[in-house]
């Protein structure tokens, strides 16, 4: 992938970050982009289990915490700030790995003459 094509794609990237979580979501979107380019897709999506791991974890601790009846369809993400922060860096650490490998796990594009077939490349008539 060329240089502007991987720029563009990390603009992109943290662009789609500032939507899912403003400012953090920001800051994910870059450490995810970097890891991505330094370490693989790989250990970004392992960075988003580990992180939707931890957010379920939080998600039990606050909701221990708080020990009062809440309507979980309306009150979640504000009676559990971290959890749900947790749980939007995780989003935006699964968008920049799906989108990392579909970038990278890409067949590169054949150069054959036009008509020819795979069996016929590099033969003439």
Known sequence: MSTRATLVTAIV??????????????????????????RGYRAVAAA???????????????AAATARP???LF???RDRPLA???????????????????ILEREPTSHRPPGATSDEEGTSP
């Open 75 to 77: 009150d979640f993400a």
């Open 70 to 72: 809440t309507d979980y």
């Open 84 to 102: 749900a922060e947790v749980g939007r860096i995780a989003g935006v650490f699964a968008l920049v790995a799906v989108a990392l490998a579909a």
């Open 13 to 38: 990237l943290v662009a789609v970050g500032i939507v899912i979580g403003g400012v953090v979501g920001a800051v994910a979107a870059v450490v995810a982009v970097a890891v991505g380019h330094w």
């Open 48 to 62: 988003a289990l580990a992180a939707l791991v931890l957010a379920a974890l939080l998600t039990a601790f606050e």
